[in-house]
Structures are given as structure tokens and as C-alpha cells.
């Protein structure tokens, strides 16, 4: 497809499992964004790559959150030891440029921490 | 009638009838505006944005305006129709710099038929 693609849809982790979230970004994309939006909320930005490199991570809630894009394409996000707190839509969103001009974002991945 | 739910202002109008969503950003820095709109367990799908040398921007049936002295972001949307029903976000960020979209609050909008 054309569009941003992110596997699995919906995961439902136990407290203290690690998972990983993947994202597609759009094929020749420069610029990968993660964000986290909690229920009624708006997305909040976690990390962000330009190709391989990763130029911002201040949004990451904890070192318990590692993001890498190893390719400069195909990128995860990896929760470690899962709290209930980390319950949320995980989003992907790229961008063909590199300033983030346009965003274009995946359906997300429904995190649910038993 | 526009009234604050328990977690997001809506919107409610008749389809047919023209809507305005209303933002007020936060950083008077910004220079790049963008209007998304969310439906249920989808992701954010871009509809317009504006650069902060403009006021005005139009698209297919919609409109964004900009006030940069009151900081203040508008999307109208002419005839409404039922598939236009959605949680709609206002995001903002600084392209002369390097910074991130940050996004209001969201605004849903019920069109009835």
C-alpha cells in the first residue's frame, strides 16, 4: 500500500512483558515520528529519525521506551518491562521532507497493559 | 451548539450547514499549521495547512484561517456531511527551526443527517 502501515494493530501486553511496535513509513519518506496519545487526548510526540539517525527522543516518557530505524526505513519502538501507564495508540507518521512538513500517519498500535 | 464533553468540545450540527472549528495555539513562534482530522481507531488524516505568512487558505470545501495576533486557527467546512463527523486536531511547529507538531486538544464534530 501507499499509506503508513504499523503492526500489530492491537497488542495487549501483561505488566512487565517487553513489546515491540513496528512501523512502515512511506517509501522514500525522510523523516519518522512516533507519538503516544492517550484516550481523548491529542498525539504527543516521543521520538523522531531523519533516516537512520535519531535526532530528537526528548518526547520518550522513560528509559524503559528505545526506538530504532536501523535503515533508514522500516522503524520499532520498543517498551521494556510494560506498565499499565503505557496503555495508549502508539502512532507513525513520516514526512518526505526533512523538517516534518505534511505528517502522514499510520492507524497506530492499541497498547493495553493488564 | 459547541459544548465542552467530558473529554472533548463538540461540535453538533445538520448536515448541509456550514461548521467552524476553533484553535488557539500556544507558541507564538510558529510558523506551520496543520488541521487533521481523527476518526474512530483510525490515525490523524492531514486535510490543509497554512504558513504563517498567510491568513487564509482554501482547499476542497475547506478553509483554514490564520490570526497570528491572537493566535488563533480556524477550520471551516462548507455543507457538512455525515462523513465529515470526526475528532479534528490543530497542530503546530516552527519549519524555520527544526521542532515537532504539537497538537491541541481536539474538537469532535457530529454531523446528523
Known amino acids: 500500500g501507499a499509506g503508513v502501515s504499523q503492526s500489530p494493530r492491537y497488542k495487549v501486553a501483561k505488566r512487565g512483558q517487553d513489546v515491540a511496535l513496528r512501523c512502515d513509513p512511506i517509501s522514500g519518506h525522510v523523516s519518522l515520528f512516533w507519538y503516544q496519545q492517550a484516550l481523548g487526548q491529542g498525539p504527543e510526540f516521543l521520538t523522531y529519525?531523519?533516516?537512520?539517525?535519531?535526532?530528537?527522543k526528548s518526547g520518550l516518557p522513560s528509559d524503559r521506551f528505545f526506538a530504532e530505524r536501523p535503515e533508514g526505513s522500516v522503524s520499532t519502538l520498543k517498551i521494556q518491562r510494560t506498565q499499565q501507564e503505557d496503555s495508549a495508540v502508539y502512532l507513525c507518521?513520516?514526512?518526505?521532507?526533512?523538517?516534518?512538513?505534511?505528517?502522514?500517519f499510520g492507524s497506530g498500535t492499541q497498547l493495553s497493559v493488564l | 451548539g459547541e459544548s465542552v464533553g467530558l473529554h472533548l468540545p463538540t461540535l453538533s450540527v445538520q448536515e448541509g450547514d456550514n461548521s467552524i472549528i476553533n484553535c488557539a495555539y500556544s507558541?507564538?513562534?510558529?510558523?506551520?499549521f496543520i488541521w487533521y482530522k481523527q476518526e474512530s481507531g483510525k490515525g490523524p488524516q492531514f486535510i490543509i495547512d497554512i504558513r504563517s505568512n498567510m491568513d487564509k487558505r482554501q482547499g476542497q470545501r475547506v478553509t483554514v484561517l490564520l490570526n497570528k495576533t491572537v493566535k488563533h486557527l480556524s477550520l471551516q467546512i462548507a455543507a457538512t456531511q455525515p462523513g465529515d463527523s470526526a475528532v479534528y486536531f490543530c497542530?503546530?511547529?516552527?519549519?524555520?527551526?527544526?521542532?515537532?507538531?504539537?497538537f491541541g486538544k481536539g474538537t469532535m464534530l457530529l454531523v446528523s443527517p
Open positions: 529519525f531523519q533516516n537512520e539517525a535519531q535526532l530528537d
Open positions: 497542530a503546530e511547529s516552527l519549519l524555520s527551526g527544526y521542532s515537532t507538531l504539537t
Open positions: 507518521a513520516s514526512s518526505l521532507v526533512p523538517d516534518g512538513e505534511k505528517l502522514f
Open positions: 507558541n507564538s513562534a510558529s510558523d506551520y
